[in-house]
């Protein structure tokens, strides 16, 4: 298990939906919220996912495919 440090950005047509819900459901991923800055019009997440490499790289590249931009802060976070 390895865990990585992300920083998620919502756009307006994705601030309602349950995106990071159905991660979690999908990738039977571990979660970790951090920071959150959720509006109206646009919303941001730093989080911590942990998982396999393999996972991982799964989930962000799902969640590009949804409409969600994903930062990878270069912060490996050891489980």
Avoid: Q, Y
């Avoid at 990585?4 to 047509?13: A, G, H």
């Amino acid at each position: 298990m390895i865990g990585v440090r992300v920083k998620l950005t919502f756009p307006e047509s994705l601030v309602r939906e349950p995106v990071v819900a159905r991660m979690i459901r999908e990738f039977d991923i571990l979660v970790n919220l951090r920071r959150a800055d959720i509006g109206e019009h646009s919303g941001w997440i730093i989080c911590e996912l942990d998982g396999t490499g393999e996972t991982i790289d799964r989930v962000v590249d799902w969640l590009a495919s949804e409409g969600v931009e994903v930062d990878l802060l270069g912060d490996i976070v050891e489980s």
